[in-house]
């Protein structure tokens, strides 16, 4: 019984490194961050809140959820909602000394009840895709130490009645 089991190890262990003369693939490189992963993220968020609103969005698109989902509140706390697609006004890669690589869209657009925003819009590598770290792009938010200066971003007012 011994021999069996000691039999069906070896046999176990060959066959797991056996590729039948095949080389595997190389691993499947992340695509490139750059103005055109940037642009493609946001077009993906804008066609899916365009398609399905608001609601759940985080959870499928941004890659920091929890932190869209506080973003999100604090908008439809306010009652801003985003209005027709934003125009990209600057583009450039982002890294900032103790944080992740990625690439900043600064964007300019009108909420739902017509106000202009400037926002920031970044994404990073999120596994093998492109993702937008938070996605909430139409409250004028921007990142600490922008590419694009400190005070480029304008901030709608809160549309409450």
Known sequence: MKRLVASVIALVVLLGGCTGGRELPPPKSPPAIDDAGARGALDEVVKDISANGVVDFCGRLARDAAQCEDTLGDALRACLLPGDAPRVLRSAPFKRAGSEEGWVLEVAGRTMDGQAYTSEFFVVHDQDRVRPAVGVFWTGLGLVDSPFG????????????
Request: proline residues 25%.
């Open 150 to 161: 400190p005070h480029n971003t304008k901030v709608p007012q809160r549309a409450c009645p």
